[in-house]
């Protein structure tokens, strides 16, 4: 039996250390000519630097990011502070402060200004309850009320990271998984993380590395094409390049996008729409550390959302940037420095070089409509499951989403 998996992104990935770990002979097929889909690194020539596509933070809750990383051996690549805080400041104001959970599922935390956004009340948190209970055609603002305080300097913010998505068009039923299994088990589990020298170091290379040692056959610059089907089974994978006949008992994953699934298989339903993540690195004349020892920084009041600093690369993320999209890269980067300067304290002139990545389908729009429309892990073919942050996890179109369906579709074909 042999499985063949389309897509070298993170559920791509996934799927394959676990299959090639259960002894199965797993061969897989990568359009591009690198693996690691939006997770991946690059050296920029402009900076002189090794950036990531994007930015991407993960939580010490993130169950099945931790295995992979376990798998592939990968887990001390990560950073973060020492105990679970959300360092924030507002760009308007200039206000500090720091969103610090305590130890323990029992979230006495609240209870202390000093942990809490400022001008927010304790009781102010009880609205997160609703979330629990929130019909499927529910949006993030229709459930925590779209205004307020702890809306605003938490909430929005931490839903539009989440979800891609501007919080009055967001699901909110995902949002509710999210701290169900990392602020509501306490700050053991949502301790943020981030890739110490890059995403590839983390999350692509080792797991390629590990594949190579388990006897995985890894092709790039292999673009699906079609998929021929009879008797309800996948019998043959066209390439660019080449044709793969599928035997009767082998198993084909494919993890790929929403569009490129529906490009192959035309009946399939996958949600429509999408949202763009604009992401901006800039080479600081030194290093600088966004709060103490945190490279994290959440930003209130400005064009971004999110602060990541290493060593001298200051980026930041954009969500549900579709018309910042649309802007040319140096309007971009000089308006978005302002939100860093301010942020670090810097001089607001010359604006450093810096690199503007654009992603335009960065994930699906992550409406209630949209949710729906999710696929599950087994198709209707007997021998096709999918994987890719878009299928039916429960979970937002995350790092843990993509990692969880990989690991969901490989457990299907072992019980298979």
Not at 391 to 404: F, M, N, Q, Y
Request: charged residues 20%; hydrophobic residues 45%.
């Amino acid at each position: 039996m042999r499985v063949h998996i389309v897509g070298a992104g993170l559920a791509g990935l996934a799927a394959a250390v676990s299959l090639a770990a259960a002894g199965r002979r797993v061969t897989v097929y990568e359009s591009s000519g690198h693996a690691g889909g939006r997770c991946r690194s690059f050296h920029d020539s402009v900076l002189d630097a090794v950036i990531d596509n994007g930015n991407h933070l993960m939580m010490s809750g993130n169950r099945s990011a931790m295995a992979y990383l376990d798998e592939i051996g990968a887990r001390d690549t990560l950073t973060g502070p020492a105990v679970a805080e959300f360092p924030f400041v507002d760009l308007d104001s200039g206000a500090r402060w720091t969103v610090r959970p305590n130890a323990g599922p029992i979230p006495w935390w609240i209870l202390c200004a000093g942990r809490r956004p400022p001008a927010s009340r304790a009781r102010d948190f009880l609205a997160a309850l609703r979330l629990r209970s929130a019909p499927p055609t529910a949006t993030v603002e229709e459930v925590l009320g779209g205004s307020g305080s702890l809306y605003e300097t938490f909430w929005e913010p931490l839903a539009v990271a989440a979800l891609n998505t501007p919080a009055a068009q967001a699901a909110a039923q995902p949002l509710w998984q999210v701290l169900t299994e990392t602020f509501a088990h306490g700050a053991a589990s949502c301790r943020p993380l981030v890739a110490r020298k890059g995403l590839s170091a983390s999350l692509v290379d080792p797991a390629l590395e590990r594949l190579a040692a388990l006897g995985a056959d890894i092709r790039f610059s292999h673009r699906l094409k079609t998929v021929q089907t009879r008797d309800n089974l996948v019998t043959h994978l066209e390439f660019t390049e080449t044709g793969v006949v599928v035997q009767p008992t082998d198993a084909v994953i494919l993890a790929l996008p929403p569009q490129g699934l529906k490009s192959v298989l035309p009946g399939v339903s996958v949600p429509e729409g999408s949202h763009a993540i604009v992401n901006v690195h800039y080479r600081l004349p030194s290093p600088v550390m966004a709060h103490g020892d945190v490279s994290l920084l959440g930003l209130v009041g400005g064009v971004a959302q999110w602060l990541f600093v290493r060593h001298d690369i200051a980026s930041v993320t954009v969500s549900a940037a579709d018309d910042l999209a649309d802007q040319a890269a140096e309007l971009i980067g000089d308006r978005v420095w302002t939100d860093v300067s301010r942020a670090l304290e810097l001089p607001s002139a010359p604006v450093p070089p810096f690199r503007v990545v654009k992603e335009r389908r960065a994930t699906f729009a992550q409406t209630p409509a949209a949710m729906l429309l999710r696929a599950k892990t087994q198709s209707s073919l007997a021998n096709l499951c999918l994987a890719g942050d878009w299928t039916d996890t429960g979970l937002p179109a995350t790092i843990e989403s993509a990692v969880r369906s990989g690991h969901a579709a490989a457990d299907a074909v072992l019980e298979s």
